[in-house]
């Protein structure tokens, strides 16, 4: 069934429900001068490269692999298309390591033809930190699907990771492996209903009028929360105490500290938006929500060609009820142009799904650890973590 995941630190299908296995590693660090040194064979043609995203014609070529081979939805009229610059701000948090971002090229014409990449996070299982990479946009040409290159490139980012003594990882797919952490639903907020329409990215359901569409998603002109504005760098210290907070409720969840929430959360136009509420009396920093761009090719349409998505990211609320805090979230996306507002039913999501308008969309989201087995899945409710 799964030749090449039966041989990794991976909880297996068939101990699903054993609840004599431990929790924990799966298997033990070696030491580093154990680790393979040399990196893993590729097919003759091919060759690795370590891709510097400091350098715009390689971050161009990261881009132009993925903007054509990443992900798609099941009916193939939709493609991921991460933009240049979020493709620098997911792959240069603290502490990165060029060394694990990983592309293959053809040895001839030195073509980028398949990527992987890792980036280091503290991540808290139950009451245990572990120092873990999160492994995401592996893309492999689709010319050369199905020829087994994926597992090489899998071992050979593990091996990166193990010379810098990481021994486990994160990950999401599309895709169900063994084993999930947590299986979670994507929600989508309609904000143009018209264009969503005309693309196939939804459809008029019994007895809807695009009249009734557009009034049904209709949002106030502005927000409605007092003392909402844009989150600003004197906002990071309080800001990570908000987040340190929240995190530590959900059973799997990364752990942030200044530089990190400095990172991840200061606002990039078209990668990163985020909004704090100051008390308007004590000026203190009650509440922020955050949502990161995300725009998807439209494939063979003839109007359009992007579809503008934002994507909920982390979010606190102490004071401002999380559903009005998240519609005001909605507002600024819409004035923003986005066509639609998606998220997870993870965290504290869920009740603010249904409230808020959101349906339910046709993917799923698999949450993955390798190397570190828990007891049971996680309910998505558990979950404290956002890939991009
Ligand atoms: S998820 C996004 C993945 N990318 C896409 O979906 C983009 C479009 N698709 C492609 O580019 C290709 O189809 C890919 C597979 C590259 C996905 N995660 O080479 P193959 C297994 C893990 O013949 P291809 C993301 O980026 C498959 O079950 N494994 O197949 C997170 C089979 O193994 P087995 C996957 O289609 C990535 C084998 O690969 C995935 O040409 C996390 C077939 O290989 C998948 N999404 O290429 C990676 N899809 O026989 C794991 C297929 O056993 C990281 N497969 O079933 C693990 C942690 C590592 C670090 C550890 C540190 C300590
Ligand atoms: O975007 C997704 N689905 C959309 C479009 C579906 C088009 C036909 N397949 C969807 N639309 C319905 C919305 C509708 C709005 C009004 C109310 C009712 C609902 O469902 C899906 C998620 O649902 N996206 C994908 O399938 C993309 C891949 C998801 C896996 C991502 C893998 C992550 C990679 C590693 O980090």
């Not at 698999?366 to 404290?384: C, F, K, M, V």
């Amino acid at each position: 069934q799964h030749k090449f995941w039966e041989t990794q630190p991976v909880g297996q299908f068939k101990d699903v429900g054993n609840s004599s296995l431990p929790e924990g590693p799966i298997e033990q660090p070696t030491l580093l001068s154990e680790v393979k040194q040399e990196p893993y064979n590729l097919p003759n043609l091919y060759e690795w490269t370590v891709c510097d995203m400091d350098s715009d014609d390689v971050c161009n070529e990261v881009y132009v692999l993925l903007t054509n081979n990443y992900v798609e939805d099941d009916d193939n009229l939709f493609r991921f298309n991460y933009s240049k610059e979020f493709l620098r701000w997911g792959l240069r948090p603290p502490g990165y390591f060029r060394s694990w971002h990983i592309g293959v090229r053809v040895k001839a014409s030195k073509k980028l033809v398949a990527f992987i990449t890792g980036v280091p996070v503290k991540m808290r299982v139950r009451d245990e930190v572990v120092q873990m990479a999160e492994v995401n946009f592996l893309c492999v040409h689709k010319k050369l699907r199905s020829k087994r290159l994926a597992p090489v490139m899998i071992k050979e980012i593990t091996r990166r990771i193990h010379l810098e003594n990481i021994w486990q990882a994160a990950y999401t797919a599309g895709v169900l492996l063994p084993t999930p952490l947590a299986t979670c639903q994507y929600w989508h907020r309609t904000l143009n209903p018209k264009k969503l329409i005309d693309v196939g990215f939804s459809r008029l359901g019994d007895r809807m009028t695009m009249s009734r569409a557009i009034k049904l998603y209709k949002l106030p002109s502005s927000t409605v929360t007092p003392g909402l504005r844009k989150m600003e760098a004197r906002d990071v210290p309080a800001v990570t105490r908000l987040l340190r907070d929240y995190l530590s409720r959900f059973v799997v969840a990364p752990t942030f500290d200044d530089a990190e929430v400095e990172h991840w959360l200061l606002p990039q136009e078209n990668v990163i938006e985020s909004y704090v509420v100051e008390c308007l009396e004590t000026r203190e920093i009650t509440d922020f929500f955050s949502f990161y761009t995300l725009p998807s090719s439209i494939l063979n349409n003839p109007n359009y060609s992007t579809l503008k998505a934002a994507y909920t990211f982390y979010n606190v609320s102490t004071s401002t009820p999380l559903v009005q805090l998240t519609q005001d979230a909605l507002i600024i996306a819409k004035q923003k142009d986005f066509d639609v507002f998606n998220a997870l039913d993870i965290m504290e999501n869920e009740p603010f799904l249904k409230e808020l308008k959101f349906g339910r969309g046709d993917g799923q989201l698999y949450y993955y650890l390798y190397n570190y087995r828990l007891r049971d899945a996680l309910r998505p409710s558990e979950l404290g973590l956002v890939m991009l």
